[in-house]
DNA sequence: CTGCAAAAAGAATCGCGGTTCTGCTTGTGG
DNA sequence: CCACAAGCAGAACCGCGATTCTTTTTGCAG
C-alpha cells in the first residue's frame, strides 16, 4: 500500500490542525478560509482536502484537539499522591491556560449552541473535566484532610463545581484580553 | 422631513434585532443571512438596509441589545433597600436567565475574541456588570452584615469575583443545554 | 387632501470561499 | 532500484449570501 505510513500522516494532520488553531485564534472559525490555513500552514488546498473530508471536519478535529489537550493536563493532578488543595488546584489550572488556545475554546463555546458536533465535543471536554476536577478534590480531602471517602466524594461536589466554573469564567477573562496579535508576514 | 417619526423608527429598529437575536440563537451569528431575518421579521432586504448600514451593524446592535438587556435586570438589585446576600444574589441572577439569550451571549463572547466592535462591548458589559456586583455586596455587606463601608468594599472585591464567575459560567451551562430548537415552518 | 422624500419590496449583481478537478511529485513496499 | 497509488499543488468551478439598484408604496408636513 503506497501511501503515506500511519505516523507520518498523523503528523501532516497535525500540522493543519496547529495551523488552523492559530488562524482561528486570530480570524474566528467561520471567518478564517481555507486559503488561510494553506497559507499559515504551507500546504496547499489539495493537500488539506486530502486529509480532513471539509472544512467543518477540520474545525471539529481542531477543536477536539485543543479542548483534550487542556483536559488532558487536567488528569495529572487527579492522579497526584499529593493532591493540591482547591484554591491551590484552581491556581494551576489558570497558570496553565494559554492564550491562543482560550481563545479557540472560547470560540467553541459559541459554536457548540448551535453546531451539533461541537457541541458533543465541548459537552463532553467539560463534563470530563468536571469529572476529574471532582476526582481531585475528593482525593484531596482524603489523603490530606483525613475526611471518610464515602463523605468525601458527596463533600466534593459543590467544591468541583466552584472550581471548575470560576476557571472556565478565568478562561474567558484571558480570551478577552490580548487583542488578537497579528499575522506575522 | 418626511420620513418615519423616531418613535416608530426606533420600533422598526427593534422589530429587526428582535427577529436577528432569534435567528442567532438558533443558527449563530455568522450562519445568519440576512434572508433569514427578512423571513424571520417579515421584512425585506431593503428595509434592513434602511435601517442598519451592514450586517456587521446589525450583529453589533443586536449584541447590544441582548447584553445591555442582562445588564440592566442586575441593576436593580444593587439598588435595593435591603440587598439579598451573595447566595440568594447569585440565585436571582441565575434565574433570570433566559436561554435564547444565553445562548447569544456566548455566541458573542466567541465573536468578541477577534472581533474588535463586538469585543468592546461585552468587555465594557462584563466590567459594568462586575461594578454592579460589587456594589450589590458592598451593600450587603453595610446594610445587613453591618460592615464598615471602608472595610466593606474591600471585602466585596473577591466576593464579587466568585459571584460573576459562578454566574457566567452558569450561562455558559445554559447555553450548553437546549438544543436550539428549530424554525417553526 | 396632496405631494414628495423616505422606506419597503424584491430582483439583480458581484465577489468570496468551499469544494472539486487535473496533472505533477514523492514516498513506500517489494 | 522500480512502479504506482497516494500526496500535493494550484487552477477552475459554482453557489451562496451580502450589498446595491429599481420600482412601488407609504407616512408625514403643509
Known amino acids: 500500500m503506497p501511501r503515506l505510513t500511519d505516523a507520518r500522516k498523523e503528523l501532516r494532520r497535525a500540522q493543519i490542525t496547529e495551523a488552523?488553531?492559530?488562524?482561528?485564534?486570530?480570524?474566528?472559525l467561520e471567518r478564517t478560509s481555507i486559503a488561510d490555513i494553506t497559507a499559515e500552514s504551507g500546504l496547499s488546498t489539495g493537500s488539506?482536502?486530502?486529509?480532513?473530508?471539509?472544512?467543518?471536519?477540520?474545525?471539529q478535529a481542531s477543536a477536539h484537539a485543543v479542548l483534550a489537550k487542556r483536559a488532558e493536563a487536567l488528569g495529572a493532578y487527579a492522579r497526584s499522591d499529593t493532591p493540591p488543595d482547591p484554591d491551590e488546584l484552581l491556581a494551576r489550572l489558570i497558570a496553565g491556560i494559554d492564550p491562543v488556545e482560550a481563545?479557540?475554546?472560547?470560540?467553541?463555546?459559541?459554536?457548540?449552541?448551535?453546531?451539533?458536533?461541537?457541541?458533543d465535543i465541548v459537552v463532553a471536554t467539560i463534563d470530563g473535566m468536571r469529572a476529574m476536577v471532582h476526582d481531585s478534590v475528593t482525593a484531596w480531602l482524603v489523603k490530606v484532610e483525613h475526611v471518610e471517602p464515602a463523605e468525601a466524594a458527596e463533600r466534593a461536589d459543590p467544591i468541583a463545581h466552584r472550581v471548575q466554573s470560576l476557571y472556565l469564567a478565568h478562561l474567558l477573562y484571558t480570551a478577552l484580553q490580548s487583542p488578537a496579535e497579528e499575522t506575522a508576514s
Do not use: M
Open 103 to 119: 481563545r479557540v475554546g472560547v470560540q467553541t463555546w459559541g459554536e457548540a449552541t448551535n453546531n451539533p458536533a461541537i457541541h
Open 48 to 59: 488539506i482536502y486530502a486529509h480532513y473530508r471539509n472544512k467543518a471536519d477540520l474545525v
Open 20 to 28: 488552523a488553531v492559530r488562524c482561528f485564534s486570530r480570524n474566528g
